[in-house]
């Protein structure tokens, strides 16, 4: 249960195109990634990153030969390859199943509270908090749980949350090809929270709008459904 609205229907959120100017760190819209970031496979990126992580460990002084550390950077070079960096494999993009809307449902769905786990492209600290989702059928709905992987699809990766935002909405257009489209991201992101100005309770919510979810009122009644409680 969300003890308070994450937003109201005056209050401007904060979009994509407002945030991204043109001294804006993270203005492009495609993730930054090589042409030719696959040339090598999963295991020879986890060798060379294993290789380099200890040479960090080690600049910073730790013992290579402790127990507790001497296994640390092959496990980080899987967790980066294997899981929280997944997403940038374009091969583990999820397959969207779409379903008939055989109901007629001509109305909003919303899934909201998707998890997200992400991690800040500028220091490499996490990013966590929720997303919710919501769009406009035109003929097609997807299954509730591909909602929730293509969040964590774009979420696994280095990552801006402004970016986050509107990939997210963007897939969902080219997958759905929906009335209309709304993503809302609201996190904590540790880079603030761990270092610099150490605000713990400062939180960042972004929003990407697509279709029939910019007419104000229709936008409104998508605030409103996300804000109620479970």
């Known amino acids: 249960m969300l003890e308070k609205p994450l937003f109201t229907e005056n209050q401007q959120l904060v979009s994509l195109e407002d945030l ?13 990634v090589r042409k030719d970031a696959f ?8 060798a060379l990153i294993t290789g380099k992580f ?11 030969n402790d127990d507790s550390i001497k296994g640390t950077p092959k496990r980080v070079a899987k967790m980066y390859v294997k899981e929280i960096f997944g997403g940038l494999n374009p091969a ?30 500028h220091h490499f600290v996490p990013i966590i908090g929720k997303a919710h989702v919501a769009y406009i059928s035109s003929g097609k ?29 963007d897939a969902l257009v080219d997958i759905l090809q929906p009335g209309g489209v709304i993503v809302i991201i609201d996190c904590e992101h540790l880079c603030m ?19 029939q979810l910019l007419n104000p009122a229709t936008r ?3 605030i409103s459904l996300i804000n109620q409680s479970r």
Do not use: W
């Not at 397959?95 to 786990?117: C, G, P, R, W």
């Open 220 to 222: 409104a009644e998508a």
């Open 92 to 121: 583990l993009k999820p397959e969207a199943t779409l379903f008939d809307n055989s109901y007629k449902y001509s109305q909003m769905l919303v899934e909201k509270n998707i998890t997200v786990h992400s991690t800040c492209e």
């Open 39 to 46: 040339r090598l496979t999963d295991d020879e990126k986890i």
């Open 54 to 64: 200890r040479e960090i460990l080690d600049i910073l002084g730790m013992d290579l």
């Open 20 to 32: 991204l100017g043109d001294d804006h760190t993270g203005s492009g819209l495609d993730t930054p």
């Open 193 to 211: 929270s761990m270092r610099g100005v150490r605000k713990s309770q400062a939180r960042t919510t972004t929003s990407a709008v697509r279709g």
């Open 141 to 169: 709905v997807i299954g509730l749980s591909k909602l929730n992987r293509i969040v964590d699809y774009y979420s696994r990766r280095p990552q801006v949350q402004e970016r986050l935002t509107s990939q997210i909405a």
